[in-house]
């Protein structure tokens, strides 16, 4: 298991944006893919996007394309959220997770990030 710890969250108004970022504090960090997951209150944990080790991003979410981007900083050990336009149904608390490559369910992720919360509202 890796440690990861996330930032970034806040209160913005809809069509705001905000970057979240997930530090992997392990020195295999570039190895592994970093998925990106959320979940809403009274809701399940939902996948939104995901990133390999080689830099290919995949989408989990349909509601968040054209909108979120996902990336990495291997220097820094770091993999970035980028959320444009956001919108009310996108608050949530958000977490980022490791495993060897990408996939949509949650269960398969090995080790799990603290989350930050994300409040979408004027």
């Known amino acids: 298991q890796v440690h990861l710890v996330e930032s970034g969250g806040g209160l913005v108004q809809p069509g705001g944006s905000l970057r979240l970022s997930c530090v992997v504090q392990d020195f295999t960090a570039n190895y592994y893919a970093i998925g990106w997951f959320r979940q809403a209150p009274g809701k399940e944990r939902e996948g939104v996007l995901c990133i390999g080790h080689d830099g290919g991003s995949t989408y989990f979410a349909t509601s968040v394309k054209g909108r979120f981007t996902i990336s990495r900083d291997k220097e820094k050990k770091t993999v970035y959220l980028q959320m444009n336009s956001l919108k009310p149904e996108d608050t949530a608390v958000y977490y980022c997770?490791?495993?060897?490559?990408?996939?949509?369910?949650?269960?398969?992720?090995?080790?799990w990030g603290q989350g930050t919360q994300v409040t979408v509202s004027t």
């Open positions: 997770a490791a495993r060897a490559t990408c996939v949509p369910y949650s269960d398969f992720y090995e080790s």
